[in-house]
Nanobody, 119 residues
Framework: QVQLVESGGGLVQPGGSLSLSCAAS????????MGWYRQAPGKQRELVAA???????SYRDSVKGRFTISRDTAKNTLALQMSALKPEDTAVYYC?????????????WGQGTQVTVSS
């Protein structure tokens, strides 16, 4: 089992910056995918940014150039640096990791952290 705990959410004005962090603990091995999703009220959860174990990153178009995903394998943490925030970035942000085992793939989720962009 892997436990994920997000932190760093809050209220920020449009144009501001915020950093999210996700701390992983437990049986952290064979993690091949790490990512941040978000879910706004009344909308489906969407992938914001992802990083593979190769280090390859990807972003949804609406956050490219504004968000940066990174990881610290030594500390077992995942981060999302967000800048030039817009009201439409308001959502609950979730950290997720995928792990492959001998028999299947397991997916883990954090509890989420609220990000509100408002003046």
């Amino acid at each position: 089992q892997v436990q994920l705990v997000e932190s760093g959410g809050g209220l920020v004005q449009p144009g501001g910056s915020l950093s999210l962090s996700c701390a992983a603990s437990g049986s952290i091995f064979n993690i091949y995918f790490m990512g941040w999703y978000r879910q706004a009220p009344g909308k489906q959860r969407e992938l914001v940014a992802a990083i593979l174990n190769s280090g390859t990153t990807s972003y949804r178009d609406s956050v490219k150039g504004r968000f940066t995903i990174s990881r610290d394998t030594a500390k077992n943490t995942l981060a999302l640096q967000m800048s030039a925030l817009k009201p439409e970035d308001t959502a609950v942000y979730y950290c997720t990791m995928k792990q492959y085992t001998a028999s299947n793939i397991k997916e883990y989720w954090g509890q989420g952290t609220q990000v509100t962009v408002s003046s």
